[in-house]
Structures are given as C-alpha cells and as structure tokens.
C-alpha cells in the first residue's frame, strides 16, 4: 500500500506531503496517523533564557531526576536524557557493536533499519527463545503496532537467560506511559537491559524531541559522552521539567484516552473493521479493502497509518471531540 508521501521507513505524518498527493482533500487535515496524544500537555511557556542561553547541566540533572521518579527508577544516575528516542536508537549500534541482533516479531522497523545500518544482521523473532541467539535483543514493550504487551515474569527471566551469556536486552517502551504497571523500569538496573522512554507520545508534544535511556550506570555514562554537551534543548528541558511532576495530568489524560478509545472502538465496529489490538494511544485494525480505505480517509482528509508489509493493515489514532468523531464517522460511512 502506498503511503502518502511514498517514502522510504514511514511512521506516519509528513501533511506536507500528504497534502500534495491530495490536494483536493479538506483542511485542516486530521491527523490519526502518529499514535501520539491529540492534547497536548498545557506547558507554561519557557523562559527566555531557556532560548538565550545554553542549557546548564544542573538542569539536565534535574529533569533526569524528575523523569526517573515518574518512570519508577530508583538511580537517577541510570538515566539519559536526549533529544528524541531516535537519537538513541542510532547511538545504541555504536557503543554495542553487535553482529547478530534479534527484534521480537513484527515492530517498529527503526530498530531494524538503525541495527542494519551499523552492519548486524538482523532477524525477526517469532517468540523469546528465538532472541536468545542474538547478541542484542529487542523487545517493542507495548509492541508498536498490535499493542502486545509483554508480562514483566517473562521480561525478567528473558533478561537473566540473555545476561547470563553476556548480551543485551533492549525494551522500547514509547507507548508504556499511560499503562501503570507495564514498565520494567522499576527493576533496574539490571545486567544487560536497556529499556527507551519516549516523551512527545504520552505528552502529545513529540516536537520537543525528548528521549531517555534508562539502563546500567557504565552504559548511560557512555551514551552520554556519545550525545555530547547541550543535547537536550533549553525549552525541552523546562517543559520536560513541568510534565513529569504533574502526575495528576497524566491521570486525567488516561481516563480521556480510555473514554475515546471506547469511542473509536465503537466507529471500528460500525465501519465493519476488524480490531487487532491496540494501546491507550492508538488502534490496529483489520480489512480486506484497507487500502481502498485508507485512499477514501485521504480523501476527505483524514490520514492514518498503513503498512506496507501488512497490506490488510490500518492503524488508527485517537481522536478527541465530537468534531473529529463525526468527521471520521461520515469518511468511513
């Protein structure tokens, strides 16, 4: 299935493109494509210094005090910060120079494609056993685009295995912030693991471009001198600062989400689609026609995430409001 732009590793968005292929379609578009959170976190704005001067270290501390405590980490000293997750996912092949890396089923395919770059080979895992003949692990903890989530028993003892044989388990948890208890955060440091907290999705502000990597102090000290000075912006890390100690947002915003994932369960239905899985963030479904779908939500300017490896395949944001109901109410009638 074409995406809206026909770009090479497409993850959703790019309007601009989008627009262009369809430019007949309505404005402003909706855009369902992203699984990030359609309301954004209510930051006070930054200061001015935050844009004037380069960001102080002391800050940096800061937030990755404030992020470890909402992610349950003990040590604050096993956490990076960084400009988005994807900086991570390319700093990762050069400080763990694997041959072999495995990536449990079908997932996020940056994992893939940033492995493959620094020369591993990389294979697709059908089940935990599987990961075991790699030298590096990779786990999608809520999976991205099913939703499986994996229990935190079965996490441990894979880590110990994988440990044990001195390699390296890596857990993306991008879509775990909404899903109290998911996370294996809480448990490390462990011996090899390495687990990716994601900001922009749960906080609906993935322009901030803010990441972390929790993991063993050795392994954090290293991709911190591998990001460099100043890798977090001034305004990331002020905001950063505020939505992290607002606990009670979080909160409301997964009693919104479950409220509106109801809801967009129920249009799936109607719409005769067949539902694969999901997070609090996002929903996968299943159609025979998902590709003559997909053109007829373009066309009325509403863009969601196809898959070219499962043509059959759409995954749906959530959408807020009843404005945005109707609207993809009417496109799917």
């Keep these: 299935m074409a995406n809206p732009c026909d770009a090479p590793h497409y993850h959703g968005g790019r309007l601009f493109a989008a627009t262009k292929k369809y430019p007949l379609a309505p404005k402003p578009w909706l855009d369902l494509s992203t699984g990030i959170n359609c ?3 209510p930051f006070v704005t930054p200061s001015a210094d935050a844009y004037a001067r380069l960001p102080e270290p002391e800050a940096v501390e800061a937030l990755e005090a404030v992020a470890a405590r ?15 997750t994807q900086a991570l996912l390319q700093a990762l092949p050069r400080l763990i120079p694997a041959k072999t890396v495995a990536v449990l089923g079908f997932s996020y395919a940056e994992h893939r494609r940033c492995w493959a770059a620094s020369g591993a080979e990389v294979f697709v895992a059908e089940h935990f056993d599987g990961l075991l003949a790699a030298e590096v692990a990779v786990i999608v903890n809520p999976n991205n685009p099913d939703g499986k989530l994996r229990q935190l028993a ?10 044990q044989r001195g390699k390296w388990l890596v857990i993306d948890e991008a879509f775990a912030d909404l899903l109290p208890g998911a996370s294996l955060a809480p448990d490390l440091p462990l011996p090899g693991v390495i687990v990716l907290r994601s900001f922009g999705k749960c906080f609906g502000l993935a322009g901030v471009r803010l990441g972390f990597a929790l993991g063993p102090q050795p392994l ?7 990001l460099g000075p100043w890798a977090v912006s001034g305004p990331a890390l002020e905001i950063g600062l505020q939505a992290y100690a607002d606990s009670g947002w979080v909160a ?10 109801a809801a967009l369960d129920a249009v799936m239905r109607d719409a005769g689609l067949d539902a694969v899985g999901g997070t609090p963030l996002f929903r996968l479904v299943r159609h025979e026609r998902a590709a003559e ?3 007829k939500l373009c066309g009325a300017g509403i863009l969601v995430r196809p898959f070219e490896e499962k043509p059959g395949w759409l995954r749906f944001g959530i959408p807020h409001g009843e404005q945005e109901f109707a609207r993809l109410r009417g496109a799917l009638a």
């Design 293 to 295: 779908i997909f053109e």
């Design 220 to 226: 954090v000290r290293r991709l911190r001198q591998a």
């Design 39 to 41: 309301v954004a976190y």
């Design 154 to 163: 079965a996490l441990r003892d894979l880590a110990s295995r994988l440990a």
């Design 252 to 261: 409301q915003s997964a009693a919104r989400l479950a409220r509106d994932g």
């Design 70 to 84: 909402f992610f349950g980490l003990g040590d604050s000293q096993c956490c990076v910060a960084a400009p988005g």
